[in-house]
């Protein structure tokens, strides 16, 4: 693959990215814990690969690294686990939630069947309750090893991130470079109101945290991670970019192998002065890595992802996709005419404070449940209009039935959660549960 020779060619980059409005598409990559026994153990590599051997019956196909196997591939959707061994589903890029939702049940009914003689369950849920840092199994994957090492050095809470969170993350297409602004926008302005209302990992180590989501708290002090400052700016792809180039490279590969980082940026790679690989510049494959290793709440590739929702069940599988598709999608204009005026110090207070209070977390004189029940009616019209209908004749409202709730109770998934540990004293309750793996699709 040819060098970067100019900042034009990255740029260029993004701008390949960009669709027209009937090819838009939705993409989600969804994260779940795996436990063993009636300890709730996290499972190990020697498990994982069983349940990959067991999946080959559904046609996936194997994906290596050296003599490891370190995921699955089918057609456009990929398995891969984290560094803890959480595992991913990557799904294929949708037209529909309907598509969406259909897709993770397949999934799941996969795993169920894959795992059904391994005495494994999962919980769906956004921080590993039981088990601590020092307990969870490692992944081969030699970049995980290497973040392990570089990681701590930019936050405290880093391996914490890495080893014991669980998350959803959702990718949205952009038709212009206006647009890409929009909807970057509209994404990390409502990080907070996020937050809130997918908050759904309260317990750390068997205990309360103190923090409705602590997965959100573990990652606002993590390397890499955060809100860009640039998008409280006038921001277009070069914009990003050089706030991009300029983050330090936390790995390259080259023939092959992981070459370890010596504190340079992207930017010196690009000019042949990433002191390992001395006068080697760097290509557009070296630049698709590194845009990876950028963990903000909200980034760019050659599409936007949103990416801070805590892993819970069908409630943000579905209505997660639902209620971001009906906003940037459907009612983009609606939605940033709304937030267009916000400032950063509003954005950011909220942003802080809301893995602690949840929906009573203020922004801008009212509470984020109130902010709820307004982008929630914009996310419904904004669907309606999309006018995209399951086999029932039935649009993508459907799908948020469970925010409803939660914007109607004033109360998230974690303080229902919150309510059982209380009344129990324990965690036992997740014993007790079996997961859903099936969805009605309604």
């Known amino acids: 693959m040819s060098t970067i020779e100019s900042k034009n060619q990255l740029i260029e980059y993004f701008t390949q990215g960009v669709k027209k409005e009937n090819q838009l598409l939705i993409g989600v990559e969804h994260e779940k814990f795996l436990f063993s026994g009636k300890e709730k153990k996290r499972v190990n590599y020697e498990q994982i690969k069983k349940i990959f051997k067991n999946l080959e019956a559904f046609d996936w196909k194997p994906v290596y690294e050296q003599e490891n196997i ?3 591939k089918r057609g456009n959707q990929q398995i891969t686990t984290e ?3 959480q595992y991913e589903l990557s799904g294929a890029p949708l037209k529909n939630i309907h598509s969406v939702c259909s897709e993770s049940s397949t999934h799941f009914n996969e795993i169920k069947v894959a795992s059904k003689d391994l005495d494994i369950s999962t919980a769906s849920i956004g921080f590993d309750p039981f088990n601590n840092l020092s307990e969870v199994p490692k992944n081969p994957k030699e970049r995980y090893q290497i973040m392990t090492k570089e990681m701590p050095k930019g936050g405290e809470l880093s391996l914490q991130m890495m080893y014991q969170t669980s998350g959803i993350q ?7 470079e206006k647009d890409f602004e929009k909807k970057f926008k509209v994404g990390n302005y409502l990080v907070p109101l996020t937050i809130a209302l997918f ?4 317990f750390a180590n068997k205990k309360f945290t103190g923090y409705l989501s602590y997965r959100n708290k573990v990652w606002q002090d993590t390397a890499r991670g955060g809100i860009m400052p640039i998008t409280f700016e006038d921001l277009n792809f070069e914009k990003y970019l050089d706030h991009a180039i ?7 590969i080259h023939e092959g192998k992981y070459i370890k980082p010596n504190g340079q940026t992207f930017k010196d790679f690009m000019d042949g002065k990433f002191e390992p690989l001395k006068g080697i510049k760097a290509t557009i494959k070296d630049f698709e890595t ?5 963990f903000t709440e909200v980034r760019l590739k050659q599409f936007i992802e949103v990416r801070s929702i805590d892993t819970c069940d069908w409630g943000c599988i579905c209505n997660g996709p639902a209620f971001f598709t009906g906003l940037l999608y459907g009612a983009l204009d609606e939605t940033y005419d709304v937030i267009k005026s ?4 509003d954005v950011m207070e909220a942003y802080l404070q809301s893995p602690k209070k949840g929906l009573e977390t203020e922004l801008r004189g009212k509470k984020l449940h109130q902010w709820g029940k307004i982008f929630l009616d914009i996310a419904k019209s904004g669907l309606i209009k999309r006018k995209e209908l399951n086999s029932n004749g039935k649009d993508e409202t459907i799908y948020l039935k469970h925010l409803e709730d939660i914007v109607d109770r ?11 540990f209380n009344k129990q004293g324990n965690l036992n309750f997740f014993n007790n549960a079996k997961e859903d793996f099936s969805y009605s699709g309604l």
């Open 342 to 345: 916000w400032k950063k110090e």
């Open 290 to 294: 590194h845009l990876a290793t950028i």
């Open 70 to 72: 370190v995921g699955l």
């Open 199 to 202: 908050a759904n990992s309260p």
């Open 246 to 252: 300029n983050y330090s490279l936390l790995f390259v």
């Open 410 to 420: 004033k109360t998230n998934r974690a303080q229902l959660l919150l309510e059982q």
């Open 83 to 85: 560094p803890g061994l």
């Open 170 to 176: 959702i990718n949205y297409d952009y038709t212009s």
